[in-house]
């Protein structure tokens, strides 16, 4: 151990002592010594002798067991005091303290006995608390499309009730999770959910600033009442009974509270409530309410600091004080199960609670947060600066503690009548918004957070007792957002944040199991109509929703489940089977002839065709008196939706979530997050078939006519223009390359944005342009510090553009991005800085004869005036001169567009109407000129012949003839839509001859994009990728070394480099010990790290959830962003970093990400703000991905080093072995034959660029003939 890699495991040997007592190391050579007498079964034979000698003096409970393993009276470490048992005689069992058993350690035999004799119990003996860890997951549905903030159960524990941020609430079977019903009617967010205390009504309240009642036993609308100004933060049935007059009490964030009068009987509710608006300031809210046990108090929490107590004990609700210990907002607030306290969490990081004493005065206990157990160590570093937030309180089932969440994300346990901190609970990683009592066990209490940790504590011990953790598989953990217990305790529910409700509990599963994964009715999403009063209509079927028949049941696409899963559907038990999916065949014909492009007529989703077909023998009365009934007095809003669905598409949940009405009060960005997060792609005539093959019933006699033949030939429109792949510089159009300092003209960038929005060219959103985000002047200083093209299509060219300081000359931090193409009639919004500048020193007045550059030739015309494009941008000179062409037509034109006629051309050349074509030497002149330092010191014209020259040389190659020329399209249809600059070794020759980069970084830019597209078509570790990486490496290293005119000498070293790399490869996989096999293993790529990162930003990029973190934010648009985010990070700037090779290992990559999540989580701190759900989806899938990734990456490092370890360790061997004089002979052999290997590579590099392929291969079989000459004389020797 001491001389191998283990080194510290040597230290664990025993030291040995000398005559004085002075410690010295042992060897293990020395420990063996010391020891011969112990024998190999040592060890087995003491534990067969402890056995017998314990029985005799401790005996076990059952004799005959002997095990190592035991516990309690079989326990080897049992002591006498351990089996002792006391008897206890039948008067003990039958004795009461105040009508209580006594409290001692029974069995369950005892327990039953006691129980007999006197008929009472102690509920801790009858149900333990590790009873509790006993609860398991039944079954986790799919059920929303959003973020579930809400959860309730009904009274007798039998419905759960979800309300969700996609405008629906959700009536579940506690017992089966069967869905029973989708109650439908808000237009945004459902903020919270309330059932009163009769069990007849719920209440659901909304984002949209409308409070929805239904009727629980018919799912009708009750009551849609309209009295806030703003979004619904809480929603309580009074526990109030006077008569058959209730209450039920509304806050919102317009700072009002509503008191909603309503008769038990009828269930009529009043029109106009009860307002009290307590805002003190603009800005104000009420967040939170909880009324008394009994219903006389109401206490409602503010931001203005404030707790305002209600009393409705005097006939109607009045104020009866304003409590204002609190410094900071009050956001959580609790009555107590019993008695006149309360409980409020304030963010001034304490708590406080209160008790009603006498002359109506409120006195309060204060609990701070900042507060430790006795005995525990102090806080130290930032811990000590932190400042604790309350995020969330509650009691226990007896009041006799309350527990405070902290945003340290620990939870504390208080003693509630003394304030004594009793217990910290630690296991949360994020901040808890869920705190739930156990409703009849005192000892239990349920947590929840968004780290998707669910606790139960045990309150008395202080410690945990069960524990979950909400894994999706594939997108990370979901953040728990709300849980709630059944009213017997043995069930509890929770949802998530990705639109999940996850139901637990004792006992089996069974019931649960035959649901399918994804539960939805195909009616969830579809669009509604209102009246003037707010009750809506199905827009499809013009019936109310809870009068349509019974929906069917699909998944999160909209595909109909099988017909086992149409009987959970209620009303759907004992339908005929033929009845329980929608008979599709004749549809299906149908669209499987329109995707032949034979027939346009049909222009109606399959699923809802069918669907109507059925529906029509099933509510032709209902329907109708329906109908007459309400349409008396509907007043239709807009028209139906026309033209929402696209024929030949399945009508999934998500779509018809997109087509679903939105809160009038979300921001844009709430407004995006509506997409759907994944896009469900158009299918064809045989996914069609595939979807719905088990639901055709009806036998189809017309056969649809054959499909056409595939085409395989790409599109033109994806073909890249000549703009791309063009070798020969122009002046127009403007090719971007790296480098580049360009003027940026708005005028030419709003007009391009308007012909792309007219044309309908492609999506593009006008409201996300850079002059929308920043302030931009009429033009704008700016260097292409990046560029990205992207298949579309058409292809466009992504660029980056950072601001120059027009005063300093100097690069600033500020930068915003394009996206454009070359676009006929649109003229060129990026002119060089160089023809802008010459452009500028020239003088133009009025009659002046100019000609200019058009289609490489020459046209003549006489300037008119000069005035402004637009006449907001009067001092702009895009545009600013009104030209006459010699033809008589009249133009606008910049000064960059015209030229001087020159003195030697020709009136008869200015005559020629067809233009005079423009010679090399004048498109020179014209053209770019490099400036110093942009190439080496030689220039541009030698560079590029040297380069050329190299080239050449390369060419030669084998492994180059892929990348010679360009892609051939007919062979790789698919090229063009997969690479959006397609380059290659010719093209890359052809445009150095004709001088088209302006500087050596295009160039570079140019070459490494051989090796990113073979990376991109290919796999990135397919032969052709590596072969790829070898070329671009190659021509990287030969244009950096500007006096190197062999390119053959860097390609040799390159491939012995790789080669070598490949033979070291070949030493792991080789055969060896056991112990050198460990190390043996395949050693990952260092930059696989990079790719890897790559797709995972992409695919992010593609997620819904990340749109409000792609771009940078605007600034116009939150101009208080920077005054509260010191550092400012997104999406596309961390890819762009990634892709400009900026990242040295992947941590850096995952700090940068991480700051984007934090920083929206401080600027969005409603953490039941959409913005903030979409937040925690998207990290937690970042950081499951983004963990693999680092891992692989310290493996790949941790491999590498291993690697070097065991090469060295092996030539150590070697040498070691070389040395006894019995192998003097095979080391003169072995000397010999390295000579002839040093004369052969010294001769090959000598003549490295005459090495053709065939030679280079003889030299390489020569290389191996002598390796394994050389393994086999290594053998014989170790063999001898």
């Given at each position: 151990?001491?001389?191998?890699?283990?080194?510290?495991?040597?230290?664990?040997?025993?030291?040995?002592?000398?005559?004085?007592?002075?410690?010295?190391?042992?060897?293990?050579?020395?420990?063996?010594?010391?020891?011969?007498?112990?024998?190999?079964?040592?060890?087995?034979?003491?534990?067969?002798?402890?056995?017998?000698?314990?029985?005799?003096?401790?005996?076990?409970?059952?004799?005959?067991?002997?095990?190592?393993?035991?516990?309690?009276?079989h326990?080897?470490?049992?002591?006498?005091?351990?089996?002792?048992?006391?008897?206890?005689?039948?008067?003990?069992?039958?004795?009461?303290?105040?009508?209580?058993?006594?409290?001692?350690?029974?069995?369950?035999k005892?327990?039953?006995?006691?129980?007999?004799?006197?008929?009472?119990?102690r509920?801790?003996s009858?149900?333990?608390?590790?009873?509790?860890?006993?609860?398991?997951?039944?079954?986790?549905?799919?059920?929303?499309?959003?973020?579930?903030?809400?959860?309730?159960?009904?009274?007798?524990?039998?419905?759960?009730?979800?309300?969700?941020?996609?405008?629906?609430?959700?009536?579940?079977?506690?017992?089966?999770g069967?869905?029973?019903?989708?109650?439908?009617g808000?237009?945004?967010?459902?903020?919270?959910?309330?059932?009163?205390?009769?069990?007849?009504?719920?209440?659901?309240?909304?984002?949209?600033?409308?409070?929805?009642?239904?009727?629980?036993?018919?799912?009708?609308?009750?009551?849609?009442?309209?009295?806030?100004?703003?979004?619904?933060?809480?929603?309580?049935?009074?526990?109030?009974?006077?008569?058959?007059?209730?209450?039920?009490v509304?806050?919102?964030?317009?700072?009002?509270?509503?008191?909603?009068?309503?008769?038990?009987n009828?269930?009529?509710?009043?029109?106009?409530?009860?307002?009290?608006?307590?805002k003190?300031?603009?800005?104000?809210?009420?967040?939170?309410?909880?009324?008394?046990?009994?219903?006389m108090?109401l206490?409602?929490?503010?931001?203005?600091?404030?707790?305002?107590?209600?009393?409705?004990?005097?006939?109607?609700?009045?104020?009866?004080?304003?409590?204002?210990?609190?410094?900071?907002?009050?956001?959580?607030?609790?009555?107590?199960?019993?008695?006149?306290?309360?409980?409020?969490?304030?963010?001034?990081?304490?708590?406080?609670?209160?008790?009603?004493?006498?002359?109506?005065?409120?006195?309060?206990?204060?609990?701070?947060?900042?507060?430790?157990?006795?005995?525990?160590?102090?806080?130290?570093?930032?811990?000590?600066?932190?400042?604790?937030?309350?995020?969330?309180?509650?009691?226990?089932?007896?009041?006799?503690?309350?527990?405070?969440?902290?945003?340290?994300?620990?939870?504390?346990?208080?003693?509630?009548?003394?304030?004594?901190?009793?217990?910290?609970?630690?296991?949360?990683?994020?901040?808890?918004?869920?705190?739930?009592?156990?409703?009849?066990?005192?000892?239990?209490?349920?947590?929840?957070?968004?780290?998707?940790?669910?606790?139960?504590?045990?309150?008395?011990?202080?410690?945990?007792?069960?524990?979950?953790?909400?894994?999706?598989?594939?997108?990370?953990?979901?953040?728990?957002?709300?849980?709630?217990?059944?009213?017997?305790?043995?069930?509890?529910?929770?949802?998530?944040?990705?639109?999940h409700l996850?139901?637990?509990?004792?006992?089996s599963?069974?019931?649960?199991?035959k649901?399918?994964?994804?539960?939805?009715?195909h009616?969830?999403?579809?669009?509604?109509?209102?009246?003037?009063?707010?009750?809506?209509?199905?827009?499809?079927?013009?019936?109310?929703?809870?009068?349509?028949?019974?929906?069917?049941?699909?998944?999160v696409?909209?595909?109909p489940?099988?017909?086992?899963?149409?009987?959970?559907?209620?009303?759907?038990?004992?339908?005929?089977?033929e009845?329980?999916?929608?008979?599709?065949?004749?549809?299906?014909?149908?669209?499987?002839?329109?995707?032949?492009?034979?027939?346009?007529?049909?222009?109606?989703?399959?699923?809802?065709?069918?669907?109507?077909?059925?529906?029509?023998?099933?509510?032709?009365?209902?329907?109708?008196?329906?109908?007459?009934?309400?349409?008396?007095?509907?007043?239709?809003?807009?028209?139906?939706n026309?033209?929402?669905?696209?024929?030949?598409?399945?009508?999934?949940?998500?779509?018809?979530?997109?087509?679903?009405?939105?809160?009038?009060?979300?921001?844009?960005?709430?407004?995006q997050?509506?997409?759907?997060?994944?896009?469900?792609?158009?299918?064809?005539a045989?996914?069609?078939?595939?979807?719905?093959?088990?639901?055709v019933?009806?036998?189809?006699?017309h056969?649809?006519?054959?499909?056409?033949?595939i085409?395989?030939?790409?599109?033109?429109?994806?073909?890249?223009?000549?703009?791309?792949?063009?070798?020969?510089?122009?002046?127009?159009?403007?090719v971007?390359?790296?480098?580049d300092?360009?003027?940026?003209?708005?005028?030419g960038?709003?007009?391009?944005?308007?012909?792309?929005?007219?044309?309908n060219?492609?999506?593009?959103?006008?409201?996300?342009?850079?002059?929308?985000?920043?302030?931009?002047?009429?033009?704008?200083?700016?260097?292409?510090?990046?560029?990205?093209?992207?298949?579309?299509?058409?292809?466009?060219?992504?660029?980056?553009?950072?601001?120059?300081?027009?005063?300093?000359?100097?690069?600033?931090?500020?930068?915003?991005?394009?996206?454009?193409?070359?676009?006929?009639?649109?003229?060129?919004?990026?002119?060089?800085?160089?023809?802008?500048?010459?452009?500028?020193h020239?003088?133009w007045?009025?009659?002046?004869?100019?000609?200019?550059?058009?289609?490489?030739?020459?046209?003549?015309?006489?300037?008119?005036?000069?005035?402004?494009?637009?006449?907001?941008?009067?001092?702009?000179?895009?545009?600013?001169?009104?030209?006459?062409?010699?033809?008589?037509?009249?133009?606008?034109?910049?000064?960059w567009?015209?030229?001087?006629?020159?003195e030697?051309?020709?009136?008869?050349?200015?005559?020629?109407?067809?233009?005079?074509?423009?010679t090399?030497?004048?498109?020179?002149?014209?053209?770019?000129?490099?400036?110093?330092?942009?190439?080496?010191?030689?220039?541009?014209?030698?560079?590029s012949?040297?380069?050329?020259?190299?080239?050449?040389?390369?060419?030669?190659?084998?492994?180059?003839?892929?990348?010679?020329?360009?892609?051939?399209?007919?062979?790789?249809?698919t090229?063009?839509?997969?690479?959006?600059?397609?380059?290659?070794?010719?093209?890359?020759?052809?445009?150095?001859?004709?001088?088209?980069?302006?500087r050596?970084?295009?160039?570079?830019?140019?070459?490494?994009?051989?090796?990113?597209?073979?990376?991109?078509?290919?796999e990135?570790?397919?032969?052709?990728?590596?072969?790829?990486?070898?070329?671009?490496?190659?021509?990287?290293?030969?244009?950096?070394?500007?006096?190197?005119?062999?390119?053959m000498?860097?390609?040799?070293?390159?491939?012995?480099?790789?080669?070598?790399?490949?033979?070291?490869?070949?030493?792991?996989d080789?055969?060896?010990?056991?112990?050198?096999?460990?190390l043996?293993?395949?050693?990952?790529?260092?930059?696989?790290w990079?790719?890897?990162?790559?797709?995972?930003?992409?695919?992010?990029?593609?997620?819904?959830?990340?749109?409000?973190?792609?771009?940078?934010?605007?600034?116009?648009?939150?101009?208080?962003?920077?005054?509260?985010?010191?550092?400012?990070?997104?999406?596309?700037?961390?890819?762009?970093?990634?892709?400009e090779?900026?990242?040295?290992?992947?941590?850096?990559?995952?700090?940068?990400?991480?700051?984007?999540?934090?920083?929206?989580?401080?600027?969005?701190?409603n953490?039941?703000?959409?913005?903030?759900?979409?937040?925690?989806?998207?990290?937690?899938?970042?950081?499951?991905?983004?963990?693999?990734?680092?891992?692989?990456?310290?493996?790949?490092?941790?491999?590498?080093?291993?690697?070097?370890?065991?090469?060295?360790?092996?030539?150590k061997?070697?040498?070691?072995?070389?040395?006894?004089?019995?192998?003097?002979?095979?080391?003169?052999k072995?000397?010999?034959?390295?000579?002839?290997?040093n004369?052969?590579?010294?001769?090959?590099?000598?003549?490295s660029?005459?090495?053709?392929?065939?030679?280079?291969?003889?030299?390489?079989?020569?290389?191996?003939?002598?390796?394994?000459?050389?393994?086999?004389?290594?053998?014989?020797?170790?063999?001898?």
């Amino acid at each position: 151990l001491s001389t191998g890699p283990c080194r510290k495991a040597a230290e664990l040997l025993p030291r040995r002592l000398d005559w004085e007592g002075n410690e010295h190391p042992r060897s293990y050579e020395d420990l063996v010594a010391a020891n011969r007498h112990i024998a190999p079964d040592h060890l087995l034979q003491i534990c067969k002798q402890i056995g017998p000698i314990l029985d005799r003096e401790v005996p076990s409970g059952v004799s005959g067991v002997h095990s190592l393993l035991g516990a309690g009276k079989h326990s080897l470490l049992r002591t006498s005091k351990d089996c002792d048992s006391s008897r206890w005689k039948a008067s003990t069992f039958a004795a009461l303290h105040r009508g209580r058993p006594p409290e001692r350690p029974l069995s369950c035999k005892d327990v039953c006995r006691g129980r007999e004799l006197t008929g009472a119990q102690r509920f801790s003996s009858i149900n333990p608390v590790s009873n509790y860890q006993h609860m398991k997951m039944h079954r986790r549905i799919l059920g929303h499309l959003s973020a579930v903030y809400c959860i309730a159960f009904d009274r007798t524990g039998s419905r759960i009730f979800t309300g969700s941020d996609d405008a629906l609430v959700k009536i579940w079977s506690s017992f089966d999770g069967r869905l029973h019903s989708t109650l439908r009617g808000h237009n945004a967010e459902i903020s919270d959910l309330a059932v009163n205390f009769e069990n007849t009504l719920i209440a659901a309240g909304s984002c949209d600033k409308t409070i929805r009642v239904w009727c629980l036993r018919t799912c009708a609308p009750v009551a849609v009442l309209q009295g806030h100004s703003g979004s619904i933060t809480s929603l309580q049935f009074s526990p109030l009974v006077k008569g058959p007059k209730r209450y039920m009490v509304s806050t919102g964030t317009d700072a009002t509270v509503c008191f909603w009068q309503w008769d038990v009987n009828n269930h009529t509710f009043s029109d106009r409530p009860h307002k009290f608006t307590e805002k003190p300031r603009p800005g104000v809210q009420t967040v939170c309410s909880s009324f008394s046990p009994g219903g006389m108090f109401l206490a409602t929490g503010s931001t203005d600091d404030v707790i305002r107590i209600y009393y409705l004990g005097s006939g109607s609700p009045e104020k009866q004080a304003e409590l204002d210990s609190h410094t900071d907002k009050v956001d959580s607030i609790q009555f107590c199960h019993s008695g006149e306290r309360f409980v409020s969490g304030s963010r001034d990081g304490t708590a406080r609670i209160w008790r009603l004493h006498q002359r109506h005065q409120w006195k309060s206990i204060l609990l701070d947060m900042s507060a430790t157990l006795p005995g525990s160590a102090p806080l130290t570093g930032d811990a000590s600066f932190f400042k604790p937030k309350v995020t969330m309180v509650s009691w226990d089932r007896h009041d006799n503690t309350v527990i405070t969440a902290v945003n340290n994300h620990l939870l504390k346990v208080w003693n509630s009548y003394t304030g004594q901190l009793l217990h910290i609970l630690k296991g949360h990683e994020a901040e808890v918004f869920v705190l739930e009592p156990h409703p009849y066990d005192p000892r239990i209490m349920l947590s929840a957070g968004h780290d998707g940790n669910v606790f139960i504590w045990d309150l008395i011990r202080g410690t945990k007792t069960m524990h979950y953790f909400n894994m999706i598989e594939g997108q990370g953990h979901g953040a728990v957002f709300d849980c709630k217990f059944t009213t017997d305790g043995h069930r509890f529910a929770m949802t998530d944040s990705h639109g999940h409700l996850v139901i637990f509990g004792f006992g089996s599963s069974k019931p649960y199991e035959k649901l399918p994964d994804q539960v939805f009715f195909h009616t969830d999403y579809r669009p509604l109509i209102r009246d003037s009063n707010g009750f809506v209509l199905d827009e499809q079927t013009q019936q109310a929703p809870h009068l349509m028949p019974p929906p069917f049941l699909v998944d999160v696409d909209g595909n109909p489940h099988p017909p086992r899963f149409q009987r959970l559907v209620p009303g759907r038990e004992n339908i005929a089977d033929e009845h329980l999916v929608p008979q599709l065949g004749y549809v299906v014909e149908q669209v499987i002839s329109q995707q032949s492009a034979e027939s346009e007529e049909v222009r109606h989703n399959a699923l809802d065709f069918a669907i109507r077909q059925l529906q029509q023998h099933q509510d032709r009365r209902v329907a109708a008196q329906a109908e007459v009934s309400l349409n008396e007095r509907m007043e239709v809003q807009s028209p139906p939706n026309v033209g929402l669905r696209r024929s030949g598409q399945v009508e999934g949940v998500r779509q018809m979530h997109q087509n679903a009405p939105r809160s009038q009060m979300a921001t844009e960005r709430d407004l995006q997050a509506w997409r759907r997060r994944v896009v469900v792609p158009e299918l064809t005539a045989s996914g069609y078939r595939c979807i719905f093959s088990y639901f055709v019933y009806i036998q189809i006699t017309h056969q649809p006519k054959p499909r056409p033949p595939i085409n395989r030939e790409i599109s033109n429109e994806f073909r890249p223009s000549a703009w791309i792949t063009d070798v020969i510089p122009r002046k127009s159009p403007f090719v971007p390359q790296m480098g580049d300092e360009v003027i940026y003209f708005r005028q030419g960038h709003e007009a391009y944005v308007d012909a792309v929005c007219r044309t309908n060219l492609y999506p593009i959103n006008p409201d996300r342009q850079p002059w929308k985000r920043m302030e931009l002047r009429d033009q704008e200083f700016v260097k292409i510090t990046g560029i990205k093209y992207e298949v579309c299509p058409p292809t466009l060219c992504c660029l980056k553009l950072t601001q120059i300081d027009p005063g300093t000359g100097k690069i600033t931090d500020r930068s915003f991005s394009i996206k454009y193409h070359d676009m006929p009639d649109v003229i060129d919004f990026l002119v060089l800085r160089q023809s802008y500048d010459e452009a500028r020193h020239r003088v133009w007045t009025s009659n002046d004869r100019f000609r200019s550059v058009i289609d490489d030739a020459w046209w003549f015309g006489t300037i008119v005036c000069q005035e402004p494009y637009q006449s907001e941008y009067p001092d702009s000179l895009f545009q600013c001169f009104k030209v006459k062409w010699d033809n008589g037509e009249t133009e606008k034109l910049s000064p960059w567009d015209v030229e001087a006629i020159p003195e030697n051309v020709s009136p008869v050349e200015m005559k020629f109407s067809a233009g005079v074509p423009v010679t090399d030497e004048e498109m020179m002149d014209i053209l770019y000129k490099p400036q110093e330092g942009e190439w080496w010191d030689k220039g541009r014209d030698q560079e590029s012949a040297r380069i050329i020259a190299g080239i050449e040389q390369l060419v030669t190659v084998d492994i180059t003839a892929p990348f010679s020329g360009p892609v051939d399209l007919t062979q790789y249809p698919t090229y063009c839509a997969v690479i959006a600059y397609p380059t290659d070794l010719n093209t890359i020759k052809l445009r150095l001859k004709h001088n088209f980069y302006r500087r050596l970084s295009a160039l570079i830019w140019d070459v490494k994009h051989i090796e990113q597209n073979a990376k991109t078509f290919n796999e990135p570790r397919s032969k052709i990728a590596e072969s790829a990486k070898i070329i671009t490496n190659v021509l990287l290293k030969f244009i950096s070394k500007p006096h190197c005119t062999d390119i053959m000498e860097i390609y040799n070293a390159v491939e012995n480099m790789e080669y070598s790399d490949d033979e070291d490869m070949d030493d792991i996989d080789a055969p060896g010990t056991s112990a050198g096999q460990r190390l043996r293993q395949f050693v990952q790529d260092r930059d696989a790290w990079k790719d890897h990162c790559k797709r995972l930003l992409d695919y992010m990029f593609e997620c819904e959830d990340s749109e409000p973190f792609r771009d940078p934010v605007d600034q116009r648009e939150y101009p208080d962003y920077c005054n509260i985010i010191n550092a400012p990070m997104d999406l596309g700037t961390v890819r762009q970093t990634l892709e400009e090779d900026r990242y040295e290992n992947p941590i850096d990559l995952c700090k940068d990400t991480r700051l984007i999540f934090a920083n929206a989580k401080a600027y969005t701190p409603n953490k039941r703000s959409k913005i903030y759900s979409m937040t925690l989806r998207l990290s937690a899938f970042f950081e499951e991905s983004i963990r693999k990734i680092i891992s692989d990456y310290k493996t790949a490092i941790r491999s590498s080093l291993k690697l070097r370890r065991s090469q060295r360790f092996r030539k150590k061997l070697q040498h070691q072995e070389s040395v006894p004089s019995s192998q003097g002979s095979t080391r003169q052999k072995r000397a010999t034959i390295k000579t002839q290997e040093n004369t052969e590579q010294s001769t090959a590099k000598s003549t490295s660029a005459k090495v053709s392929g065939p030679e280079r291969r003889r030299v390489n079989e020569a290389k191996d003939t002598f390796r394994r000459s050389c393994s086999s004389s290594s053998g014989k020797t170790d063999n001898l």
